[in-house]
T-cell receptor, first 110, second 114 residues
């Protein structure tokens, strides 16, 4: 089993604040993905990072893949209530299956 | 396109009953998979398939069977439900063989076993 630990598990912040979510593993992944999940729905892909050290930006969200391809971070600038949800990282090995992290539940208070 | 569809949305079973969770996709994806989601544990892979007639086990396959007779459908069968199988089940699909296996998820089935 490929273990992916996310931190923090829960995060409650005020609108306009910045935050960072971490995803760490002892395993090397060929790619790492971030998903967001709303209550009662399935996860929706936000981004995929493939290269060690890669940084991708999606509006106010910045994703980084660690140099050794074992960890990743998600940084949100000026959080908005619409960012509320469960954020999941998922690592892909050569076998093409995804191993999901434990999740970070974000609440942005207006 | 409907994407990935799952039925039913909710289900309550008694211990020992059997049932089938349905999953269908209309994107012509080769790869389909089933996950269960439990609090504090993320999503765990139950079974997956890389094409019609081909299935394999994931992390937590015990108590579940799958088959893949067509590209579109990938049903998950619980042979004898147990309370430990109370969970939310998600079906997902994607293209096979890409360097980044980007998956599309269905809306989930919330199963309670009493």
């Amino acid at each position: 089993t490929q273990l992916l630990e996310q931190s923090p598990q829960f995060l409650s912040i005020q609108e306009g604040e910045n935050l960072t979510v971490y995803c760490n593993s002892s395993s090397v992944f060929s790619s790492l993905q971030w998903y967001r999940q709303e209550p009662g729905e399935g996860p929706v892909l936000l981004v995929t990072v493939v290269t060690g050290g890669e940084v991708k930006k999606l509006k106010r969200l910045t994703f980084q893949f660690g140099d050794a391809r074992k960890d990743s971070s998600l940084h949100i600038t000026a959080a908005q209530p619409g960012d509320t949800g469960l954020y999941l990282c998922a690592g892909q090995t050569g076998a093409n299956n995804l191993f999901f992290g434990t999740g970070t539940r974000l609440t942005v208070i207006p | 396109n409907a994407g990935v569809t799952q039925t039913p949305k909710f289900q309550v079973l008694k211990t020992g009953q059997s049932m089938t969770l349905q999953c269908a996709q209309d994107m012509n994806h080769e790869y389909m998979s089933w996950y269960r989601q439990d609090p504090g544990m993320g999503l765990r892979l139950i079974h997956y398939s890389v094409g019609a007639g081909i299935t394999d086990q994931g992390e937590v396959p015990n108590g579940y069977n799958v088959s893949r007779s067509t590209t579109e459908d990938f049903p998950l069968r619980l042979l004898s439900a147990a309370p430990s199988q109370t969970s939310v089940y998600f079906c997902a699909s994607s293209y096979w063989g890409t360097s980044s296996n980007e998956q599309y998820f269905g809306p989930g089935t919330r199963l309670t076993v009493t």
